[in-house]
């Protein structure tokens, strides 16, 4: 007699008769072993079943999750590669090839402003920044060189600039150019995205995206939806829609007929309706007492991130735009008083006013009267070597 297979079962030549002493308890033993090995297999399968059912549900999600994500990635990158050479940023925000990590031997430059400091309507190597760090270079000792970054936000005024600053700490910078004031004009019928100048200009280009915010990356993919309801909105006229009243199309920078420049220079008046005529300049300086109350909210984010560029070991240059308006006129009288004011003894911050280099009213420098061209952006750019070598110093 001997026992045999997994269920416990008994096998002999010669079977117990179940009325049997005997044959009772074998057959008491055999279903005792049966359900014991069934209540241990339906345990094991109980386990398993549930394990795969986790397994299942976590596959599930992160595929439901990160193919998805994947796929959109991709597409990101793809437009990156598309269009930051003409008129966006690469993955990670600013604009122009990205740059490795900081050498010995290299000065890194950082222009921060708006959409003038951006070149909107052009490409990234027709900005002023890039003409700068060509310009820049040229004056390099042997074995040096210097790298100009391009942080341009459209529609951002100088309240991003701290915020700008943080988020690119990483580029380690040697100087911070800050290059904005019209963002900070404002008017009654601005958008959102350009309070009134008696409220602060609280808009962060970068930081509408919580990607961004989160990991430093720049999803282009949103801001290509986003622009591209507004031009429809605005009837094609995407700076139109970021600016309130003013149309323009960036086309017009490469303009080859008259009646591009027709255009232009209607597009120009525009311009002027909305930030208010701009006189001939003064003979002197001299004019009305400055109002440093009125632009106090403009002047303190310039002087707050001009302390936080200190403190993190960056030296600074605040830069006046060429002037657009009377109003910029009191604008940026009113920065140079508080600057005056808080540094003037301090050599690691300057100041340069470029409101006369250029007049916006010439449509062969501000092919909209407010943006300029690739030429006029060479200008700002040399006017700008001499006071960055001059705080390197």
């Known amino acids: 007699m001997k026992l045999t297979g997994c269920d416990g079962q008994l096998a002999a030549k010669t079977k117990p008769h179940p009325g049997t002493v005997l044959g009772g308890a074998l057959v008491f033993l055999r279903q005792c072993s049966r359900l014991r090995l069934e209540h241990h297999c339906e345990k094991i399968t109980s386990r398993f079943t549930a394990t795969r059912r986790w397994l299942f549900a976590v596959t599930t999600v992160l595929l439901a999750v990160i193919v998805p994500a994947g796929g959109v990635l991709l597409i990101d990158v793809y437009l990156h590669h598309r269009v930051e050479n003409l008129g966006a940023v690469n993955v990670w925000g600013y604009r122009g090839p990205t740059i490795a990590a900081k050498r010995s031997g290299e000065t890194r430059v950082v222009v921060l402003g708006g959409s003038t400091a951006f070149g909107y309507g052009l490409p990234w190597n027709e900005a002023f920044p890039y003409y700068l760090e060509e310009m820049l270079r040229a004056h390099a000792a042997p074995g040096h060189t210097v790298r100009v970054v391009n942080l341009g936000a459209p529609g ?12 690119y700490a990483y580029l380690r910078y040697d100087v911070a150019i800050f290059y904005e004031g019209y963002n900070d004009l404002g008017s009654s019928d601005l958008p959102a995205a350009v309070p009134p100048r008696d409220r ?45 009243r003013v149309s323009f199309k960036p086309g017009l920078a490469r303009r080859a007929t008259a009646a591009a420049i027709g255009q232009a220079a209607a597009v120009a008046d525009a311009v002027g309706r909305s930030l208010g005529r701009l006189p001939p300049l003064p003979a002197s300086d001299s004019g009305p007492p400055v ?27 605040v830069v006046t735009q060429p002037y657009a308006s009377d109003t910029h006129r009191a604008q940026q009288a009113a920065l140079a008083a508080a600057l005056t004011g808080a540094f003037a003894a301090e050599s690691a911050v300057r100041y340069v006013n470029l409101g006369a280099v250029i007049d916006l009213r010439d449509p062969d420098v501000a092919y909209d009267g407010l943006h300029l061209t690739a030429a006029a952006n060479r200008v700002v750019a040399a006017h700008l070597v001499q006071p960055v070598l001059g705080v390197l110093k």
């Open 156 to 167: 951002q005024g100088a309240y991003g600039f701290r915020f700008d600053l943080a988020d």
């Open 291 to 317: 109002d440093t109350i009125a632009w106090r909210p403009y002047t303190t984010a310039v002087l707050d991130a001009v302390r936080e560029a200190r403190a993190r070991g960056s030296k600074v240059i």
């Open 200 to 244: 602060e200009n609280r808009f962060l280009w970068r930081r509408q995206s919580p990607v961004f915010a989160l990991t430093g990356y720049f999803p282009v993919l949103p801001l290509v939806f986003r622009e591209k309801a507004m031009a429809l909105r605005a009837g094609g006229d995407l700076d139109g829609a970021y600016r309130g």
